[in-house]
């Protein structure tokens, strides 16, 4: 008994170091106790590394993907320094890797039940797929299963590319061993009797409740399976079944994921940054057709409430769409809506600001406003495209719509909560009673009971629920080619590899150039079809 309790107090020294010198002086030179950092820390790292990148923000999102998407239009033209940002967040996904592999092999080197790790490694697998996921949607193949493994040996130090579709079978593997494996009960315990390993405080993503952890792991289940189901649907369906017939926990109303300031004890200063110095994003007349019914500058025709928490009046106080496609008679956009001498005189956007901005709050706001990760409201409008088309279950229209339906009313919700939570937004835009989000959602632009378009419908208000998540808009639109579009698409289908690849690891990104002909947006990702 002495033993075993020696060994659980090894684990909670990962976590919360502290001096345990009786019996314990092998445990005092363990290597799990570099004098540089402990697992705690680690663990803690690879969560802040979750936030955005400012040049990430700057030229991938701002710069590139709200013009590809149309959630926002492009003014004029732009810096065109894209490698900037993939440089970035390229950086930010192997150095959290490396992280990542350090945790993981620390963790095999305990002398432990292995059910007692279970939760924590749950818990860095669920990391892992996230941020995994992320970047190989946005490049395709990526060094993945030699990558961040530098410190092993040599050979690691120029990591081969894995093939998409490997990677995400890998993850959605790693996924189920969650939902299999994390256990969510009070203080648990093993078979024989060891209290299951934490990382206490360091978890500053959910707190350590393990059970919000197993609800984002089998979201993230249902986000990818949808994704990758044109593709290979007889690996795919089956998950979405399993988790929408068994009704396995997902992320639910007011459990939105997202990395939140306020609660993790950070301000968030880039996306201001990104866009006070882009200063070119507009509401666009796309996505102005999908909350206002007419072009009328009063705003009396806007039946969808997050018009006015996504977007606000120009510097004449006029609700003024930029021209999706502009042609030469389009007048100039200017003025400086996302100044932060807003602060101070909330009226001042600049006599040259023509055109409706991103309402200043949303973007400044850096305590309360999250970078958002997943909503309900997602995981709601994937089921209903699941239910309608029979992906994984059967064809059941009733239980689209029903899906549907909740979605709408998630996504209404939890922007207006953004509001009201909001410490420093002025002005605020009416926050609708129940009666009035219900009578909202049954506007005939918005109840998927009054058309024949209802899958149009489902993918338009997941794009929609995605306004601050133009990376998930873009891969919904590669997916489907159905989101809201005015004119021509473009053949941008991923981003080109950073530079820094070809010139570190010089073999084996010209072995992937070459399997793909060329290092181009034009080459689509493996799940598209």
């Known amino acids: 008994m002495k033993q075993t309790h020696c060994t659980i107090l090894l684990l909670s020294l990962l976590l919360f170091p502290a001096s345990c010198t009786k019996d314990f002086k092998e445990i005092n030179q363990n290597p799990f106790f570099p004098t540089q950092t402990d697992i705690g820390p680690l663990f803690n790292t690879v969560v802040q590394s979750l936030r955005l990148g400012w040049n990430e923000q700057f030229y991938m999102h701002n710069e590139t993907l709200y013009g590809i998407t149309q959630q926002a239009a492009r003014t004029s033209v732009g810096f065109d320094n894209i490698n900037i940002g993939t440089e970035e967040a390229w950086a930010n996904y192997y150095k959290a890797l490396a992280h990542i592999r350090e945790i993981e092999r620390r963790l095999d080197a305990v002398d432990i039940e292995p059910e007692a790790l279970n939760n924590v490694r749950a818990q860095l697998k669920v990391l892992l797929a996230y941020k995994t996921f ?12 030699e990558a961040g493994r530098g410190f092993e040996g040599i050979e690691f130090a120029r990591p081969k590319f894995d093939a998409q579709e490997d990677i995400y079978k890998f993850l959605l593997g790693e996924l189920k061993w969650v ?23 360091f978890d500053t993503f959910f707190e350590g409740d393990m059970l919000r952890w197993r609800k984002f792991a089998n979201a993230l289940r249902l986000r990818h399976a949808m994704r990758m189901v044109e593709r290979d649907p007889a690996f ?36 201001i940054w990104s866009f006070t110095e882009h200063n070119k994003l507009r509401m666009g007349s796309n996505i102005w057709q999908h909350l206002s019914e007419n072009d009328n500058k009063n705003g009396s025709g806007i039946f ?7 977007f606000e009046t120009n510097n004449a106080n006029e609700w003024v769409a930029f021209p999706q496609v502009p042609d030469a008679n389009t007048p100039a956009e200017g003025g400086i809506p996302y100044g932060q001498h807003r602060d101070f005189n909330h009226s001042i956007k600049g006599a040259a600001n023509l055109y409706s901005p991103f309402n200043y ?10 970078e958002i ?12 495209e699941a239910h309608l ?33 909001s410490a420093i937004w002025e002005m605020k835009p009416p926050i609708l009673s129940e009666g009035e989000i219900f ?34 808009a873009f891969a919904l639109w590669r997916r489907t080619g159905a989101t809201p579009r005015t004119g021509d698409a473009p053949e941008y289908y991923r981003f080109p590899y950073p530079p820094s690849e070809a010139a570190n690891n010089p073999d084996n990104w010209a072995a992937q150039v070459s399997k793909m002909v060329e290092d181009s947006p034009r080459v689509k990702v493996w799940w598209m079809k």
Do not use: C
């Open 134 to 145: 992320r970047l190989t949607d946005l490049f395709g193949d990526i060094p993945f299963t």
């Open 179 to 201: 939902e299999d494996h994390i256990n969510t009960f009070p203080n648990p315990r093993t078979a024989g009797g060891s209290p299951y390993v934490s990382y206490g405080n």
């Open 236 to 271: 795919a369906s089956p998950i979405l079944k399993d988790i929408i017939e068994n009704n396995l926990p997902v992320i639910g109303a007011g459990e939105e994921v997202g990395m939140w300031p306020g609660r993790q004890d950070w301000v968030n200063e880039s996306v």
């Open 304 to 310: 969808d409430p997050r018009a006015r928490i996504f």
């Open 361 to 370: 709050y949303l973007v400044r706001d850096d305590r309360f406003i999250p």
């Open 373 to 384: 990760m997943l909503t309900a409201a997602e995981v709601h409008f994937i089921k209903a």
């Open 389 to 421: 088309r029979g992906l994984g279950v059967a064809p059941n229209t009733a239980s689209a719509e029903s899906e549907y339906t909740l979605g709408i009313v998630a996504s209404i919700k939890f922007w207006q909560n953004l509001v009201t939570g």
């Open 439 to 472: 009578a909202a959602v049954n506007h005939p632009r918005l109840s998927i009971f009054t058309t024949n378009e209802k899958l149009q419908l489902i993918y338009t208000q997941r794009w929609l629920d995605a306004f601050r998540q133009p990376w998930e």
